[in-house]
């Protein structure tokens, strides 16, 4: 694996400090983790904001938990339990590509194998799966970008709805306020759910740092994980143990001038544990514990559209910085 070790400069279009530790309407969707978290303090640090663009945000639409409640309802409804290798993770992988399409993102599939094994009780074949990447039609290899990421599988008795069709929600929404935007690039991972003990999990946000070119890991200066996001009124918050804190950080500053309410922790149960491994600014939204995870009764029910909408808000705010 390419590794690029995150450097404490500033840098003109991102600040990556280091620290030690949508309101229009539009149409219907088309048819057709373990908790880990350790609380830690909340120290604010000036930094880790996201690249700035050629262009402006202040015009476009608001974010919506409404519409993204509809997005959640489709996933965990409609289409039910995505396993990884599964016909449902694939109707999904479909769903979520023809939403990006839609608001102006070119979009690939990056294929890689998952293993056999357990899928939270359920035996499990080895098979393929997919991450969905969506990059605004502009975007430039060449200068500072971020990437925002939620997994889109389930493990394999459960619809979904909050672990993790509220981060989808959130991303499929973020796409459609930005509308292509170039420097951000979304993507649905698949396989990061486990499949055992120890490091049988997070298999796509791997790969999806394994085929990162020199170029495109270079000018890599954030990423953030959207997962378990639609539950409670207070906004977790977190980074991986032993890697800088600074984005983590600079989100919760973000919250704290929107009047949001965060809980700031270390955890390394989701994709952004991929990233921060391989030396990337990296921290994860949501993980707040609800009686339905990883089970039938995780449904659409137990996700609240405003507390989508206030994760929603954040991220919003947090790419209109500079």
Not at 144 to 160: F, I, K, N, R, S
């Amino acid at each position: 694996m390419r590794r690029w070790m995150v450097v404490c400069v500033t840098v003109l279009v991102l600040g990556a400090g280091c620290s030690d530790d949508p309101g229009g309407s539009s149409p219907p969707p088309p048819a057709p983790t373990t908790p880990s978290a350790t609380s830690a303090t909340h120290t604010p640090t000036p930094s880790a904001t996201p690249a700035q663009h050629s262009g402006t945000l202040e015009l476009l639409p608001r974010f919506s938990g409404q519409r993204a409640m509809r997005t959640v309802r489709h996933l965990a409804d409609v289409i039910g339990p995505r396993l990884a290798t599964g016909p449902g993770f694939r109707r999904a992988a479909t769903y979520v590509e023809g939403r990006f399409a839609a608001t102006g993102y070119s979009v690939h599939r990056q294929p890689f194998r998952v293993p056999a094994g357990d899928s939270w009780g359920v035996p499990v074949r080895a098979g393929r799966s997919s991450n969905v990447v969506a990059t605004g039609l502009g975007f430039d290899p060449t200068a500072p970008y971020v990437v925002v990421g939620a997994h889109l599988d389930t493990v394999a008795v459960a619809p979904g709805a909050e672990d993790n069709a509220s981060g989808v929600a959130v991303l499929l929404e973020l796409a459609h306020v930005l509308r292509g935007f170039p420097q951000v690039v979304l993507v649905a991972f698949g396989g990061e759910e486990p499949r055992g003990p120890g490091d049988l999990h997070h298999f796509g946000s791997k790969a999806y740092v394994e085929q990162l070119t020199d170029e495109l890991g270079i000018n890599l200066r954030a990423m953030v994980s959207l997962d378990r996001v639609g539950v409670g009124t207070v906004v977790p918050l977190s980074s991986v143990g032993g890697t800088p804190a600074a984005l983590r950080d600079r989100l919760a500053d973000v919250a704290d001038d929107l009047g949001i309410p965060t809980v700031v922790e270390h955890d390394s149960a989701s994709d952004h544990e991929s990233f921060a491994d391989a030396g990337f600014l990296a921290a994860r939204v949501g993980s707040t514990p609800y009686a339905g995870y990883h089970s039938a009764a995780d449904v659409p029910a137990v996700v609240s559209p405003a507390q989508l909408g206030r994760v929603g808000d954040l991220l919003i705010s947090w790419l209109r910085a500079s």
